[in-house]
């Protein structure tokens, strides 16, 4: 057992605020939470005549300490079924629901089979193959159980579920792609089952696009020795609602990055989670988002150190303009008494545009052991930089081009991370076309 102190370093003219864990071993008799969690604002949870402490600019205090809004609970307390019944229908106060907005999710949350579908396009190098299996089967294969009510209902037995696979010991030079499309407004429940062999090393790009309402379960197992990158690209049309968990169980000695771009969508909710299946085993997890007035936009990761000697980074960025624009940020790492030597980081950066728009960010992390290599992490949500714009101005950059490249900036070195050159480049434009929208009037 072990106690964390916290460290605050806040600047009265930046809407900033940075954390970091220290290890403090054996001050404590019991488990330390550090939860940085802020309440929700106005049609997020909050009752009528409660205190909205987002103020006219939707920005909220980043609280800390025991005055901190804690969970009551330890992250591992949470339940996890493949029964819907075992997750009673959210009302936005529970916990993990308080930031979504429960009343625009057009009753997809109700305990029904689905009828839709989603139409399916792959591309399948050497190496890899894509199957129909029963649910049965994809439970059989490791998948973890589902976190929340909407998984739970994405994997419902009615659909089975589709096997993504990649042979041991296969090294794939091209991704292998699955695009996913809604092409009519509809409800769809899905289970896909990525697999990765032993000692294989591949890329799996998941792409979504369309109209409908998604209820999605991603479980990813990776064996030990394997190296995997998944990708998965939310770009909806305007009006889709996605909600998705999306495992990982990483191998002994096995590298697993995931990355999520969203950009399209009017409600996308994803939720993250990795934990490990042997020592030594590394997990990457990368985020990008850029939301437009009325977008709701929510990602979720928990990292579950369960095994020794594993490490985890997680970085998320994102960008927000327009009224009502939102973006939640939820991370969570849990470091377990067995996990020794583990190393942790995770941080979250936001950058407000434009008035009107609100950005969540909630890092917590809960040690259970001392003996670890390293644990923090960072949050930060700002404006432009006024110095950065009028350094290029002053070298005779005009005002929107100096703000196009503070911005690129902000996002280039996530990018870079991602490692598939085409999604890289349809991204940056993407990013493009969001900022010509902002620069419109001014």
């Not at 949870?45 to 409660?50: K, Y």
């Not at 989603?118 to 894509?130: F, I």
């Not at 005779?396 to 870079?416: H, K, P, S, W, Y």
């Amino acid at each position: 057992m072990t106690d964390t102190t916290t460290s605050t370093t806040t600047d009265p003219h930046d809407d900033t605020v940075q954390e970091h864990a220290v290890d403090l071993a054996a001050q404590a008799p019991s488990p330390v939470v550090l939860d940085s969690s802020a309440s929700p604002g106005p049609g997020y949870g909050a009752a009528p005549g409660e205190h909205d402490p987002a103020g006219q600019h939707g920005l909220v205090e980043h609280a800390h300490g025991a005055g901190a809004d804690v969970p009551l609970q330890s992250r591992a307390e949470r339940p996890t079924s493949w029964d819907v019944a075992a997750f009673p229908a959210p009302t936005g106060r529970e916990e993990e629901w308080r930031f979504t907005p429960i009343d625009l999710l057009h009753g997809l949350l109700e305990d029904v089979v689905a009828e839709g579908r989603m139409q399916a396009t792959t591309s399948l190098p050497t190496g890899s193959s894509l199957t129909e299996i029963s649910a049965d089967e994809a439970r059989a294969l490791g998948a973890p159980e589902p976190a929340d009510r909407a998984a739970a209902l994405a994997a419902r037995p009615e659909h089975g579920a589709v096997r993504l696979s990649v042979d041991a010991e296969a090294e794939l030079t091209e991704p292998v792609r699955l695009t996913l499309h809604g092409a009519e407004r509809q409800r769809v429940q899905g289970h896909v089952v990525v697999t990765a062999g032993r000692f294989s090393k591949a890329t799996v790009v998941l792409d979504h696009t369309g109209r409908s309402d998604y209820t999605e379960l991603l479980s990813v197992l990776v064996a030990d020795g394997a190296d995997l990158t998944v990708v998965s690209l939310q770009r909806w049309d305007d009006d889709a609602i996605h909600l998705a968990q999306h495992d990982a169980v990483v191998g002994r000695d096995a590298r697993f990055k995931h990355v999520v771009v969203t950009l399209g969508g009017s409600v996308v909710r994803l939720n993250t989670n990795i934990s490990y299946g042997g020592p030594g085993a590394e997990a990457t997890a990368l985020g990008v988002y850029f939301a437009d007035a009325g977008q709701h936009l929510e990602h979720r990761s928990f990292v579950d150190h369960n095994t020794p000697r594993c490490t985890s980074q997680v970085t998320y960025k994102g960008a927000l303009q327009g009224d009502t624009a939102h973006t939640v940020w939820v991370g969570d790492v849990l470091i377990r008494a067995a996990a020794e030597g583990t190393s942790t980081y995770e941080l979250n950066r936001n950058l407000l545009l434009t008035e009107g728009a609100r950005a969540d960010s909630v890092p917590n992390l809960e040690i259970e052991t001392g003996l670890i290599e390293g644990a923090g992490h960072a949050s930060a949500t700002g404006r432009f930089d006024d110095e950065q714009l009028f350094y290029l101005q002053a070298r005779g950059i005009t005002e929107q081009a100096a703000r196009r490249l503070v911005v690129r900036g902000f996002f280039n070195d996530l990018v870079q991370q991602i490692g598939v050159p085409d999604v890289q480049e349809q991204l940056m434009l993407a990013i493009e076309d969001e900022l010509a929208m902002t620069m419109v009037g001014t």
